[in-house]
Every structure is written in structure tokens, then in C-alpha cells.
């Protein structure tokens, strides 16, 4: 199993940024792939990034592509998410999760992760 807490949310107006933080522990060793989704209220969880972790090679849809940056320590078992130039729309429940070596299906589904963090409400103001 691996444990992931999150950080860095917050409340920022339109055009901002933020920087979150996914801390890993655990079975560190068994992930390969970390990430971050989202939810908004009343819609559907949606994929916001991965992040190869060993490789560091890193996926985003067209929303946020230009806009937010995923990255990783791997001495720190920390992952990041800078997000920047932020819209109303952002705004969410943000939550990191990791995928198990020996796991499949597409990066870009929830189901697709076996572990997750608790989440951190990002909410951006017009």
C-alpha cells in the first residue's frame, strides 16, 4: 500500500497560481505512475496530469496543457502540481493518486489507481 497526503490548496483569484504537494509513503518502490485528478461539485472526477514515476515522462489533457506543470521528487517521495494562470473553472477537489506497477488500463482513468489521497479543495474566484 501506499499512503499519499496532499497540500497547497486554497482560494485564489482568476489568473493566479498555486503549487500543490502530493507526500508518498509506503510501498514507494511498487508505483509507477503518479497523478492528479479533480472534481467539481456536481461532475464527474476528471484527469488533470501523470507523471512517469520513474522516468518523469509527464501526460495532460488539452485543459490544462500550457497552464499547469506536473513534476517529482523522487528523493522527497513528493509530487507537485504548479498550476498557473488559473481560471473559475479549476475549481475543484484535487487529489493525487499512484498506480501500482503490474496495473493497466489508460493513465487517464481513476479506475486505473489503487491508491489516492484524501484531496484538497482548489477554488478559483472571477
Known amino acids: 500500500q501506499v499512503q499519499l497526503v496532499e497540500s497547497g490548496g486554497g482560494l485564489v483569484q482568476a489568473g493566479g497560481s498555486l503549487r500543490l504537494s502530493c507526500v508518498a509513503s509506503g510501498r514507494i518502490n511498487s508505483i509507477e505512475y503518479m497523478g492528479w485528478f479533480r472534481q467539481a461539485l456536481g461532475k464527474e472526477r476528471e484527469f488533470v496530469s501523470s507523471i512517469i514515476w520513474s522516468g518523469g515522462v509527464t501526460f495532460y489533457p488539452d485543459s490544462v496543457k500550457g497552464r499547469f506543470t506536473i513534476s517529482r521528487d523522487k528523493a522527497g517521495n513528493t509530487m507537485y502540481l504548479q498550476m498557473n494562470s488559473l481560471k473559475p473553472e479549476d475549481t475543484a477537489v484535487y487529489s493525487c493518486?499512484?498506480?501500482?506497477?503490474?496495473?493497466?488500463?489508460?493513465?487517464?482513468?481513476?479506475?486505473?489507481?489503487?491508491?489516492w489521497g484524501q484531496g484538497t479543495q482548489v477554488t478559483v474566484s472571477s
Open positions: 493518486a499512484a498506480r501500482s506497477l503490474g496495473n493497466s488500463g489508460s493513465i487517464v482513468r481513476s479506475a486505473s489507481y489503487d491508491n
